[in-house]
């Protein structure tokens, strides 16, 4: 009897542990490339970028930046912070970190997908659910950020492109995204005329109604660990 309950434990030991790993191992795991989950970056630099979304992991931000790309709401933004070994921000209608669009905050939506070199996250205020069109890919893993802010996608091709971005917070001849499209669009990349360098323009599709100024938007910040305490004094 003894023996049958010790086989039943061990089984479900084994089952919780295996059910654990898979919870774990899932979301890393990348599905097979999508056209309608893939977004292309043309950038100024002469560069397009392919970024594989992950809606099995961040839904709501995959669906809001593919709404956005659509409507050519990023056509002309730029990376308007960008920081050496760390990561390049965009997608502010303002160029100041300060903006969004006209859609509403989103929840956030943190997973298990680390941010690691090429990460796509969601930028965001203090605020855990403040995500709204900013976003920022990762030049250097950055672990500490995992559970702060919502990654949902990695840059699949045109790395180097992204490593040469404009650096500067902001640059002073900031990099811009000449065109944001989805894969299963087949859009054409931008002329080779199309100009690339100088501030962006405001973009065409910039919405009446954007989100006003408020505080400023900062890219993920370095998370710093609270000091220990210090140990008590003896009594004399």
Known sequence: MRLKT?????????FAG????????SPAAPPPLDPENTLLLDLSNGGRVTIQLRPDAAPRHVE??????????????IFHRVIEGFMAQGGDPKGDGTGGSD???LQAEFNGLPHVRGALSAARTEKPNS???QFFIMLAPKLSLDGQYTVFGRVVGGMNFVDTIERGEPPANPTRILQASIAADNRPPPPAGAARSGP?????????????AGPAMPPPPQIRVPDPPAPPRKKN
């Open 6 to 14: 010790f086989l039943i434990l061990l089984c479900g030991i084994l």
């Open 18 to 25: 295996a059910a654990a790993a898979q919870a774990v191992r």
């Open 64 to 77: 809001r930046i593919k709404t956005l790309a659509r409507r050519g709401f990023y056509n002309g933004l």
């Open 103 to 105: 859609l509403p905050d």
């Open 131 to 133: 995500a709204n069109s």
């Open 200 to 212: 962006a323009a405001a973009p065409p599709a910039t919405l009446p109604g954007s989100r006003a």
